[in-house]
């Protein structure tokens, strides 16, 4: 019932731009912190970009800060990642993410599909 797809990615020179969008439904994303993740080939998966629920707040991995911008729209459900002036290190999969904290300790953590990203010349 819950549902996280991205869409968005694709193959990109090294420069250029994107822009990833997450579409939800199954719950309250109003209330959900959301985020991008993503994990390279042989790597870790790491935290890109999160935003609080109501939107009022962000944070960004160094590696792409000034470069990524997060954004959500309440009313559609649905989170964005602005990619600009991409590498060849952003090469990766991209995976959005839902989680809030509930009652009595509980953690609702919800993940996408991915979505692949190349950047190359």
């Known amino acids: 019932q819950v549902h996280l797809v991205e869409s968005g990615g694709g193959l990109v020179q090294p420069g250029g731009s994107l822009r990833l969008s997450c579409a939800a439904s199954?719950?309250?994303?109003?209330?959900?912190?959301m985020a991008w993740y993503r994990q390279a080939p042989g790597k870790q998966r790491e935290l890109v970009a999160s935003?609080?629920?109501?939107?009022?707040?962000?944070n960004y991995a160094d590696s792409v800060k000034g470069r990524f911008t997060i954004s959500r729209d309440n009313a559609k459900s649905t989170v964005y990642l602005q990619m600009n002036s991409l590498k060849s290190e952003d090469t990766a999969v991209y995976y959005c993410n839902a989680r809030r904290r509930g009652d009595w300790g509980r953690v609702y953590d919800y993940w996408g599909q991915g979505t692949q990203v190349t950047v190359s010349s």
């Open positions: 935003i609080t629920s109501g939107g009022g707040s962000t």
């Open positions: 199954g719950f309250t994303f109003s209330i959900y912190v």
